[in-house]
């Protein structure tokens, strides 16, 4: 994708406050917006809804869909489902947002596919980062699965990290998490 193409993305979030604010923060990041409030509505509006889509797929050129996790109807993990099982979208790449931190719901939604699992209140610095790595492209869909693994254990190693930093100087045993370092020094 050319740097001067404009990046279009498809929000989808039941609340009203939540897609005003993703809306906003995508145009600041000069993105172009859809926002519907439904999975539904987002399967309507990409034509996998077995109806016929009031706009042809080659037109839409979504680059990015951004949903909710948190839905009536339909959830975000299912929506996403309903995506990469599609053999014309699978390769747009998914962001699931929730303001939920729960481990299990993470991990399904990158097992599944999703590019990336955001907090709630997404920031700027995040849609800033995921306009960058759009454009990019695929470049290399091995650095995808990197980013993926390197995010599932960031996640899981969050609450094991020392609070204290370890000097560079210490032992190597010690820069560990303390479950590690016990571990190490029995052997």
Request: glycine fraction near 4%; proline fraction near 4%.
């Amino acid at each position: 994708m050319a740097v001067e193409e404009i990046l279009h993305v498809l929000a989808v979030d039941d609340s009203l406050v939540d897609r005003k604010v993703i809306e906003r923060l995508l145009k600041v990041s000069c993105c172009k917006v859809t926002a519907v409030e439904s999975g539904r509505r987002a399967l309507q509006y990409l034509g996998l809804d077995g109806e016929t889509s009031s706009v042809n797929f080659d037109e839409l050129k979504v680059n990015l869909i951004m949903t909710d996790y948190s839905m009536p109807g339909m959830t975000g993990y299912e929506l996403l489902k309903k995506i990469k099982g599609s053999s014309k979208l699978r390769e747009i790449p998914v962001v699931v947002m929730s303001s939920e931190n729960v481990l299990a719901r993470i991990d399904s939604c990158l097992e599944e596919g999703a590019e990336e699992f955001l907090m709630k209140p997404v920031k700027l610095s995040d849609v800033e980062r995921l306009r960058d790595f759009i454009l990019r492209g695929d470049e290399d869909k091995n650095e995808r699965e990197v980013l993926t693994t390197t995010r599932k254990r960031k996640i899981r190693s969050d609450e094991s990290r020392p609070l204290i930093p370890q000097s560079s100087e210490s032992a190597p045993h010690q820069s560990l998490p303390k479950r590690q370092r016990l571990i190490t020094t029995v052997d």
